[in-house]
């Protein structure tokens, strides 16, 4: 069963989160992954959340998510992506 990721993204230095994409596009190409949605425009329909930048990944499995994001690869863009940005995230199993 697929797993989504869902980020809620503060950008602080958009330099800096450029070189964290130029590493995690192809990171994510290698673990299987695909974007869904990446920064476009958003609308808020209920409730009082207030996303800064949506991104929505799919990995093929949650397993395959779940060893992405503990690995060493990602954990070193992680540190990159901590120093420019803030996040929220979350996965869930789809169909």
Do not use: N
């Amino acid at each position: 069963m697929a797993a989504y990721v869902i980020f809620d993204v503060e950008i602080r230095d958009p330099a800096r989160y450029q070189e964290f994409m130029a590493g995690v596009k192809p990171a994510l190409e290698a673990a299987g992954a695909r974007y869904l949605a990446r920064g476009g425009p958003h609308r808020i329909h209920e409730g009082d959340w207030q996303p800064r930048r949506i991104v929505i990944l799919e990995f093929p499995t949650m397993a395959a998510w779940e060893a992405f994001y503990q690995g060493p690869v990602y954990q070193g863009l992680k540190a990159v992506r901590d120093q420019c940005s803030s996040a929220r995230l979350v996965s869930v199993e789809g169909v």
